[in-house]
């Protein structure tokens, strides 16, 4: 079944509802930079991407021979690599032997040509892997900065010739692997699965899932908020209202106990429980 369906949702939420994450073994874990900020959903000609989230800006910074990660692959990388950091206690992520294995790890169909999954995840491990982030907080009282990189090595084969005596290993930075630890909340993968081709809800889902571990009264985001915090730009407000409350009720198929509102002024958040409680 098709995973851009409304009944592939149904069947998911049905399989949530009815096992926990705890027993499918389908907790994963969403570092600081998906809960409260976003990639880009789309290919930029830029290789920069700034966003702002109150007082914090971050930016993302790549060569401009390489370019931007973006869409849902990277992603994927992100999410794959905070949940084996969190689960191995270690930052050196094994990332199997070729890119069509890391593709099976990520749960996707390897397929090739310009247009297969394989060129995709390529393209976006590199993008990804070539990338700075920088956090600044900029207040009336303080200014600072951190720089942040996902790895501090990676390296993959492409061609899977003499592949018994390699192993594709990405060594996450210390700040990065530091921030996971600090940071890093509990999602579904099987939501994360599901939402795979849909950016903008994966980024919903990491949202909500974090805010609602220290939300106890509604607290209203305004519209402009969200659009700062998104991986995305609309020059009219009401097609990016539009788009967001459409990927919000795909989420709250796979997530109905996440209570919120969409008001004139923005999203009316409700105290819920975890999506992945704590044990």
């Known amino acids: 079944m098709k995973k851009r369906t409304t009944s592939y949702l149904i069947d998911v939420a049905l399989d949530i509802e009815k096992y ?8 994963g874990y969403a570092p600081r930079i998906m ?18 989230n109150g007082h914090y800006k971050m ?11 973006y869409g849902g692959l990277p992603r994927q990388l992100i999410l794959f690599l905070t949940t084996q950091a969190i689960l191995t206690q270690s930052n050196e992520i094994y990332c199997g032997k070729t890119i069509s294995e890391l593709a099976k790890l990520l749960g996707k169909h390897s397929s090739g040509g310009a247009n297969g999954s394989i060129t995709a995840l390529k393209n976006q491990f590199r993008r990804l892997f070539s ?5 600044i907080k900029d207040t009336e009282g303080e200014w600072s900065i951190d720089t942040m ?23 996450l930075s210390d700040t990065f692997y530091k921030d996971i630890i600090d940071h890093a909340r509990p999602v579904d993968l099987r939501v994360i ?68 509102q969409f008001k004139d002024k923005g999203m009316l958040l409700f105290y819920s429980s975890c999506h992945v409680p704590s044990k």
């Open 131 to 135: 990338s700075t982030i920088q956090w």
């Open 193 to 260: 699965d599901a939402l795979s081709h849909y950016p903008m809800a994966i980024d919903i889902y990491c949202f909500l899932t974090s805010r609602y571990f220290n939300l106890y009264k509604p607290v209203l985001i305004p519209w402009l908020d969200l659009v700062d915090q998104s991986g995305c730009s609309y020059q009219k407000l009401s097609n990016f209202r539009k788009s967001y409350i459409k990927a919000a009720s795909m989420v709250k198929v796979l997530y109905p106990e996440a209570k919120f």
């Open 35 to 52: 809960t409260s900020m976003a990639l880009p959903m789309r290919e930029s000609l830029s290789n920069e991407f700034i966003k702002i």
């Open 149 to 171: 990189n996902i790895s501090s090595s990676a390296s993959m084969l492409w061609d899977p010739v003499n592949k018994n005596d390699w192993e594709g290993i990405v060594t």
């Open 59 to 69: 930016s993302i910074i790549s060569p401009s021979e390489i370019g931007l990660p």
């Open 20 to 27: 926990s994450a705890y027993d499918k073994g389908t907790i």
